[in-house]
């Protein structure tokens, strides 16, 4: 006869082991949640308080207070800055926005022939270095430029020539947040209008601009912030109009004052805090103006309205053009404006100064590690504030660490860096001079929209997946794995070109943590510029923007490939 055995004794050893591997992932969650807020404060906060630490002392590192503060504000000189950033950032916002606003008008409420290539030539900038557009500048309208009579102000170098240049460079972020904002709008508000008898003028101002008005102030945010903390452009054809990024810069490279370095950099802080605030406050009122009965907005045919959209399109495009066509010639030209002729000369870099095509390879080789590294922290840190159960505060802690990035200039990072890892007693000293500081500068940097799209990406996954796998006693991190991982596979690429791109075009981030064995080719074109050939670095400029086009060529055939392969789930296939 068989023996009984009781049920209780029968389920006992099941039910312990499914209470050490519930302690086990209880562990892994906490574990993974405590190793990515030390990695955000040892990169982040730690840094960030350094700087402000050193901003209350001397250049001996005695303790000052608030002199260094009463000093700057008592220097003409230096305050000086402070009107003149403010002034650039109002005059640059206005014209950006305006234009952008326009151009995202002509691809969403017209039939303009050729969107797809106007909207391609329009994000042209984006792979391109800052610093690109001010040397384009200098040949076409500088004192040697090809049409230097035309320039309608004084001179180039200076306000007006900031602001086009800049304008250039931030045209299409301002364009991403407007053209998005204005496709969200509802069509059937337009046909009530219509049926009311409104006229063209009337709709715009009634429901298309109250229906883009937190698009509108999220980019005027955004544009605003990128003007004043920008430093290339104002570096190369600034002249003398000094702003805060260039002070900052100066006060470190050219007096060595790193005190006065870091009291600049907590007032470049300020503004760019503020808009910060502000696109925040924008985000949480913002509401999707999509419902399930809304209507995409469909434009239909108008001679007039398709006509202005072609025209300005054009005009915005050849400019667009004008400006990488004018960098990558006078690359080529054997020497500007006495020899005309065309070759390789000022490709030659090893025979300059600025680190030469070991700077490209350098810059390559970061890039290609702020890709892989970035994406990977930034996959593990979203999933970590949406998808682990597990110390609530932590987790909101965790995700605005990663949003405050967004307010913090790449100059004030930097610096912040110098005096936190190069500080004798830390642990991580090691580090500062190395390719690894300078992926985690360019990780930390643009951290902010890589960590957004992941944390959206989650968002729209079915909320059942967690609790399916947990009732069927699936590790958690064996979903992610398995499941979470291929579903936002999209989001993961757009993610690590987004990181690639800007690695290599920023200057800001990494002017001042490089090496003599890690100078990148960003940095080259600001050394060469500075040391007056300026036609090598409109060379290595364009060798920045050709890489990056290639990248994000191979990106686009890359990812349609896989996922055709990984994407089926979407589609119901």
């Given at each position: 006869?068989?023996?009984?055995?009781?049920?209780?004794?029968?389920?006992?050893?099941?039910?312990?082991?499914?209470?050490?591997?519930?302690?086990?992932?209880?562990?892994?969650?906490?574990?993974?949640?405590?190793?990515?807020?030390?990695?955000?404060?040892?990169?982040?906060?730690?840094?960030?308080?350094?700087?402000?630490?050193?901003?209350?002392?001397?250049?001996?590192?005695?303790?000052?207070?608030?002199?260094?503060?009463?000093?700057?504000?008592?220097?003409?000189?230096?305050?000086?800055?402070?009107?003149?950033?403010?002034?650039?950032?109002?005059?640059?916002?206005?014209?950006?926005?305006?234009?952008?606003?326009?151009?995202?008008?002509?691809?969403?409420?017209?039939?303009?022939?050729?969107?797809?290539?106007?909207?391609?030539?329009?994000?042209?900038?984006?792979?391109?270095?800052?610093?690109?557009?001010?040397?384009?500048?200098?040949?076409?309208?500088?004192?040697?430029?090809?049409?230097?009579?035309?320039?309608?102000?004084?001179?180039?170098?200076?306000?007006?020539?900031?602001?086009?240049?800049?304008?250039?460079?931030?045209?299409?972020?301002?364009?991403?947040?407007?053209?998005?904002?204005?496709?969200?709008?509802?069509?059937?508000?337009?046909?009530?209008?219509?049926?009311?008898?409104?006229?063209?003028?009337?709709?715009?101002?009634?429901?298309?601009?109250?229906?883009?008005?937190?698009?509108?102030?999220?980019?005027?945010?955004?544009?605003?912030?990128?003007?004043?903390?920008?430093?290339?452009?104002?570096?190369?054809?600034?002249?003398?109009?000094?702003?805060?990024?260039?002070?900052?810069?100066?006060?470190?490279?050219?007096?060595?004052?790193?005190?006065?370095?870091?009291?600049?950099?907590?007032?470049?802080?300020?503004?760019?805090?503020?808009?910060?605030?502000?696109?925040?406050?924008?985000?949480?009122?913002?509401?999707?103006?999509?419902?399930?009965?809304?209507?995409?907005?469909?434009?239909?045919?108008?001679?007039?309205?398709?006509?202005?959209?072609?025209?300005?399109?054009?005009?915005?495009?050849?400019?667009?053009?004008?400006?990488?066509?004018?960098?990558?010639?006078?690359?080529?030209?054997?020497?500007?404006?006495?020899?005309?002729?065309?070759?390789?000369?000022?490709?030659?870099?090893?025979?300059?100064?600025?680190?030469?095509?070991?700077?490209?390879?350098?810059?390559?080789?970061?890039?290609?590690?702020?890709?892989?590294?970035?994406?990977?922290?930034?996959?593990?840190?979203?999933?970590?504030?949406?998808?682990?159960?597990?110390?609530?505060?932590?987790?909101?802690?965790?995700?605005?660490?990663?949003?405050?990035?967004?307010?913090?200039?790449?100059?004030?990072?930097?610096?912040?860096?110098?005096?936190?890892?190069?500080?004798?007693?830390?642990?991580?000293?090691?580090?500062?001079?190395?390719?690894?500081?300078?992926?985690?500068?360019?990780?930390?940097?643009?951290?902010?929209?890589?960590?957004?799209?992941?944390?959206?990406?989650?968002?729209?996954?079915?909320?059942?997946?967690?609790?399916?796998?947990?009732?069927?006693?699936?590790?958690?991190?064996?979903?992610?794995?398995?499941?979470?991982?291929?579903?936002?596979?999209?989001?993961?690429?757009?993610?690590?070109?987004?990181?690639?791109?800007?690695?290599?075009?920023?200057?800001?981030?990494?002017?001042?943590?490089?090496?003599?064995?890690?100078?990148?080719?960003?940095v080259a074109v600001l050394n060469m510029d500075d040391a007056g050939d300026t036609a090598p670095a409109a060379a290595m400029a364009m060798m920045i923007f050709i890489s990056a086009l290639a990248v994000k060529l191979l990106y686009s055939s890359f990812s349609?490939?896989?996922?055709?392969?990984?994407?089926?789930?979407?589609?119901?296939?």
């Amino acid at each position: 006869m068989s023996q009984q055995i009781s049920p209780n004794l029968q389920h006992q050893p099941v039910s312990r082991l499914n209470v050490l591997n519930l302690d086990k992932e209880n562990l892994i969650r906490r574990v993974w949640l405590l190793t990515l807020i030390s990695i955000l404060a040892c990169a982040l906060v730690l840094p960030l308080g350094a700087l402000f630490i050193h901003s209350l002392q001397d250049s001996d590192k005695n303790w000052v207070g608030f002199q260094n503060f009463v000093n700057y504000l008592t220097n003409p000189a230096l305050t000086h800055s402070i009107g003149n950033t403010l002034v650039l950032g109002a005059v640059a916002t206005v014209i950006i926005i305006s234009l952008a606003f326009t151009f995202a008008w002509c691809m969403t409420r017209t039939q303009v022939v050729g969107k797809s290539v106007f909207k391609g030539i329009a994000y042209i900038p984006l792979l391109t270095p800052s610093l690109l557009s001010a040397i384009s500048l200098i040949y076409w309208f500088g004192n040697q430029g090809v049409l230097k009579e035309w320039w309608p102000f004084e001179s180039i170098y200076g306000l007006s020539g900031i602001v086009f240049a800049i304008s250039f460079w931030a045209f299409p972020h301002a364009l991403i947040i407007l053209t998005t904002s204005l496709k969200q709008q509802d069509a059937r508000l337009y046909e009530a209008s219509e049926v009311l008898g409104a006229n063209p003028w009337r709709t715009f101002f009634t429901v298309t601009l109250p229906g883009c008005k937190y698009g509108l102030i999220s980019a005027t945010a955004v544009i605003f912030t990128l003007v004043v903390t920008d430093f290339g452009i104002a570096k190369v054809i600034g002249g003398q109009y000094n702003v805060l990024a260039t002070d900052i810069y100066k006060q470190v490279i050219g007096q060595q004052n790193f005190s006065m370095g870091a009291v600049v950099s907590i007032v470049l802080l300020v503004p760019a805090l503020i808009t910060f605030m502000v696109d925040q406050w924008v985000q949480r009122k913002q509401q999707s103006m999509f419902d399930s009965k809304s209507i995409v907005f469909k434009p239909q045919k108008d001679k007039l309205r398709d006509g202005f959209g072609f025209v300005y399109c054009s005009l915005i495009s050849m400019v667009m053009l004008a400006v990488i066509l004018m960098a990558g010639y006078s690359s080529l030209v054997t020497f500007w404006p006495y020899d005309l002729s065309l070759s390789l000369n000022n490709y030659q870099f090893d025979m300059m100064d600025g680190g030469g095509w070991g700077a490209f390879a350098n810059s390559l080789i970061m890039s290609a590690g702020t890709m892989v590294i970035g994406t990977a922290f930034i996959f593990l840190s979203a999933y970590g504030c949406q998808k682990i159960d597990a110390w609530p505060k932590l987790r909101k802690a965790i995700h605005m660490l990663s949003v405050i990035p967004s307010a913090v200039p790449g100059l004030v990072l930097g610096l912040s860096y110098i005096f936190f890892f190069n500080a004798p007693n830390n642990p991580l000293n090691s580090i500062y001079g190395t390719f690894l500081i300078l992926i985690i500068s360019s990780v930390i940097h643009f951290l902010t929209v890589g960590h957004l799209t992941m944390v959206t990406a989650f968002k729209q996954l079915p909320g059942e997946i967690e609790s399916v796998s947990e009732s069927l006693k699936v590790p958690f991190y064996v979903t992610m794995g398995r499941v979470t991982l291929p579903m936002t596979v999209p989001a993961i690429l757009e993610v690590g070109i987004y990181l690639f791109v800007n690695s290599m075009t920023t200057v800001s981030a990494v002017v001042f943590l490089y090496g003599v064995d890690t100078m990148l080719a960003s940095v080259a074109v600001l050394n060469m510029d500075d040391a007056g050939d300026t036609a090598p670095a409109a060379a290595m400029a364009m060798m920045i923007f050709i890489s990056a086009l290639a990248v994000k060529l191979l990106y686009s055939s890359f990812s349609y490939l896989l996922l055709k392969r990984t994407d089926k789930w979407r589609h119901g296939r």
